[in-house]
């Protein structure tokens, strides 16, 4: 379904598209000519790469925690407030804005750790969180009768801030995994993610592609002059660069890591990289965005 556009992924895609012009050394592909021809835009392809299980991640201290968590996403999946969220950021709904407490320890709080710039699921409009975890994360907080604190920071230091005991948990995003089980506690899933892969509109090698495993073949066939870009920390990172615990081989191709998907992508455009690989609904997200700027 259609996503709904956000001023502040396209004002940060604005801002990144005025920077990138003026430094562009890649192909030039992403912009158009002298001639006014039409400008390159981002292609999300739409085939699976992988399949995943997003969940929450709980201090392993805080056993009765992660009980009222799985209670509470329970209870959102079967009386409707789950697809309610959904339908604010995957469908035509109008999404809430979520304000973060200052964290005080005098006061019953719930600390989450976030890296809000994963668009649907967390990001910023101003000083307001928005995204599916962030409104999953206010819900949660008046369940348990506590003040949110959201705490952002880097994706790869989320987890980090849980075990260490800095936040409750974590709201991110997060796909399970057995290496990760190993420092929290995740909850029951909540949703299913994929990977999928972001070209520019000019690129016809994938046009006969017919699933993932045509997709596959083609950058297996790839060497280290092609380029790609992930967002650090991320499933797309391991998929590219090969993880044993992920099960995945890898590839040949260089990869190149960003902060966000949107600097990825907007990277592509530029001619810098020749592919993104991200989680399939912020790719969504993050194209529909720019490609609107163009």
């Known amino acids: 379904m259609k996503k709904k556009i956000v001023a502040t992924v396209l004002a940060a895609a604005m801002a990144v598209s005025t920077l990138a012009a003026c430094t562009n050394s890649g192909s030039g592909t992403g912009t158009a000519g002298a001639s006014g021809a039409e400008k390159v835009k981002a292609k999300v392809l739409e085939f699976d790469l992988t399949e995943e299980e997003y969940a929450f991640a709980v201090d392993q201290n805080q056993p009765e925690l992660l009980s009222s968590v799985n209670e509470y996403i329970a209870q959102i999946k079967s009386d409707g407030t789950f697809d309610a969220i959904c339908e604010k950021y995957f469908g035509n709904g109008t999404p809430t804005p979520i304000v973060s407490a200052a964290e005080d320890p005098s006061k019953e709080q719930l600390l989450v750790a976030t890296n809000a710039a994963f668009a649907p699921f967390e990001y910023m409009e101003g000083d307001n969180?928005?995204?599916?975890?962030?409104?999953?994360?206010?819900?949660?907080?008046?369940?348990?009768?506590?003040?949110?604190v959201i705490q952002n920071m880097d994706f790869d230091a989320v987890l980090l801030s849980v075990n260490q005991g800095k936040s409750d948990m974590s709201m991110s995003g997060l796909t399970v995994t057995d290496e990760r089980k190993e420092i929290v506690n995740f909850t029951t899933s909540y949703y299913t993610a994929s990977q999928r892969l972001i070209?520019?509109?000019?690129?016809?090698?994938?046009?006969?592609?017919?699933?993932?495993?045509?997709?596959?073949?083609?950058?297996?066939?790839?060497?280290?002059?092609?380029?790609?870009?992930?967002?650090?920390?991320?499933?797309?990172q391991f998929y590219c660069e090969g993880d044993e615990e992920w099960g995945f081989d890898g590839f040949n191709m260089t990869t190149t890591g960003y902060k966000n998907g949107s600097l990825a992508v907007q990277d592509l455009l530029n001619g810098n990289l020749d592919y993104v690989i991200?989680?399939?609904?912020?790719?969504?997200?993050?194209?529909?965005s720019i490609n609107n700027l163009q």
């Open 129 to 148: 969180y928005y995204g599916v975890d962030m409104e999953i994360a206010q819900g949660l907080a008046n369940y348990l009768g506590k003040e949110l």
């Open 199 to 236: 070209i520019r509109s000019d690129n016809t090698e994938f046009d006969s592609v017919s699933g993932a495993a045509d997709i596959e073949a083609i950058l297996k066939g790839k060497d280290s002059s092609v380029k790609v870009g992930v967002q650090n920390g991320t499933t797309g």
């Open 278 to 288: 991200i989680d399939a609904a912020p790719a969504k997200f993050i194209a529909e």
